[in-house]
DNA sequence: GTAGCTTTGCTAACGGTGTTACAAAATATA
DNA sequence: TATATTTTGTAACACCGTTAGCAAAGCTAC
């Protein structure tokens, strides 16, 4: 009984092994050097050992995928958390928004990267639903008793998704050194400022 | 004179030849199987010759990646061409610029893909002036006179690109046909639309 | 026309990738 | 201790980008 119980154990002793060795790597070295046979290098196990834990490459960047969701809504919960009315909560998620995706930014190029490996695995994701859920909250407290018909929230949902991962993706082209140069009151935060300010406005009146 | 006029002639021939194959399989099967040997086994040369036209892969990558601004740039031209207000020109280029991305999206897979080659080469592709002025020329227009102390057309400009670009990365998350069920009247418009809206308000008023 | 030079193209290799069939070693069970 | 089972490693397959070296073809000059 307690023999299978320490193997369940070992196995996912490798399994977290692996999965730290990847992130370890893709941070230090970037995604091009992502590659099963460099983890296994690197946890001193045999290429198929990785195969017994995972089917194959696209299942550990799906782990990796869900993982940067989870991240995303707690952020996003975290940064609701303190602020009482709806638009500085709004205000408070896009500012966190941005935040996580230059700060955790190889997160961020493996979950919204129109990049070939990650489109259709993209559906397999339910940890997307808690940034929709975070988001949706606030938009439906935002909008005045007097315009609940004609705002859908849903819909509210998609924009402000669509003008911040806009914002973040159009900031993230060009090299990284700039981006931290940006990131604090130069253009790139008006810009946001300005559309967050729109998106609000859009809601209440 | 003529001899090497038609080895140059050839030469560039055997170029367009390379250019072409690539992007047919491209078209067919997908980024992912955009490979030399692929492309010198279509064209029937051998691997070597595709190195004598471009320096490596990302070079011809690079060469698409300008075609599909040149592309862009020609169809918000095209866009504008036909409206007289500038509120309507703007409107027709953003909804030129969703039917861009989607009828030509391997295009735009390689333009605004966060993946991994073509970050670093983006900064070479003069041809996204094309697509700049052609918004910024419309964003001035709308300004109202008593308000171009207060709009920047260039930080306009990113934040119209932005919702753009995060609408149309949003929905190709997905599988493609998905994507075309949602092109026309879908939800997917109706944000588009919304986000256009507040947009323009955002500047005129 | 032939000798020499230049250009052109191909073969074959190097080092890398994901993936898997199969054998060996380690472990548990009898 | 011998057998059965599970775990791990070796080595292969089929790709990939890239390049060195060599053979063939074309052009130039005598």
């Known amino acids: 009984m307690s023999i299978t119980d320490r193997r369940q154990r070992q196995k996912e002793e490798v399994r977290t092994l692996i999965l730290d060795a990847a992130w370890e790597m893709v941070v230090t070295e970037g995604w091009p050097s992502f590659s099963i046979r460099k983890i296994a290098d690197a946890i001193e196990y045999s290429v198929p050992v990785i195969y017994s834990h995972f089917e194959n490459k696209d299942a550990i960047l799906l782990e990796f995928n869900r993982k940067g969701f989870r991240l995303l809504a707690e952020r996003m919960e975290k940064?609701?958390?303190?602020?009482?009315?709806?638009?500085?909560?709004?205000?408070?998620?896009?500012?966190?928004?941005?935040?996580?995706?230059?700060?955790?930014?190889?997160?961020?190029?493996?979950?919204?990267?129109?990049?070939?490996?990650?489109?259709?695995?993209?559906?397999?994701?339910?940890?997307?639903?808690?940034?929709?859920?975070?988001?949706?909250?606030?938009i439906e407290a935002l909008t005045p008793a007097g315009r609940k018909a004609s705002v859908d929230p849903f819909l509210k949902y998609q924009s402000f998704w669509s003008m911040l991962h806009g914002l973040v993706s159009i900031n993230m082209v060009g090299n990284i050194v700039e981006k931290q140069a940006s990131e604090h009151g130069g253009l790139a935060e008006?810009?946001?400022?300005?559309?967050?300010?729109?998106?609000?406005?859009?809601?209440?009146?």
């Open 79 to 138: 940064a609701k958390s303190g602020k009482e009315y709806p638009a500085a909560q709004i205000d408070a998620m896009a500012h966190a928004y941005w935040d996580f995706a230059f700060t955790n930014y190889q997160y961020y190029q493996l979950m919204f990267g129109l990049g070939i490996p990650t489109c259709e695995t993209a559906r397999k994701i339910p940890e997307m639903n808690g940034f929709k859920d975070a988001v949706c909250a606030s």
């Open 190 to 205: 008006m810009v946001l400022n300005d559309v967050i300010g729109s998106f609000i406005k859009g809601i209440v009146s």
